[in-house]
């Protein structure tokens, strides 16, 4: 049965550090299942940068939707995040929120029914107001709605302000 921890925050809040020290805790190789989309030769030389800092105990994973492919029972694995997971998912489908929602609660659902620790991040987005381009109220609603989604599952739930974790759940 999975145990799912799930953690938020703003960006540059400390969430991917509390989550990667938190993985280094349970496991002494823990699997880092990066899920961003390469767009271009920077952000591949960015992807191969955080590969390399991770160093060798983490068995690095791109993925970029099909997270439920892999066969991770066992193992502590580190999600992240969330945020760039939907985006891939919000433009292969047109923007089309409830078609990206229902696609990725179908990989989730298949992702958590594996025997394994998971350590899911993700961005909390909605806090500062509703965005005035339509594109971006949109992402703003979908990430909102999987963030719910995957807390409600999860056996923990942290918040991370300014580098400072909160226990929520």
Wanted: hydrophobic residues 40%.
């Amino acid at each position: 049965m999975a145990k799912i921890i799930y953690i938020s925050g703003g960006q540059k809040s400390g969430k991917t550090t509390f989550a990667q020290d938190m993985a280094l805790q349970l496991s002494d190789n823990p699997v880092y299942l990066a899920t961003s989309r390469v767009w271009d030769e920077d952000h591949k030389k960015r992807i191969e940068r955080h590969q390399a800092d991770r160093g060798s105990e983490w068995t690095n994973i791109e993925e970029e939707k099909y997270l439920s492919k892999h066969k991770l029972n066992g193992r502590t694995v580190l999600v992240d995040c969330i945020t760039l997971w939907m985006t891939n998912f919000f433009f292969d489908n047109e923007q089309d929120v409830d078609k990206s929602i229902n696609e990725a609660q179908k990989e989730l659902t298949n992702l958590f029914k594996q025997d394994a620790t998971f350590i899911v991040v993700s961005n909390e987005i909605g806090m500062g107001g509703s965005p005035a381009d339509k594109m971006a109220f949109r992402f703003t609603d979908m990430l909102g709605l999987m963030n719910q989604f995957i807390a409600k599952q999860a056996d923990e739930v942290y918040l991370t302000v300014s580098g400072i974790p909160v226990k929520i759940k």
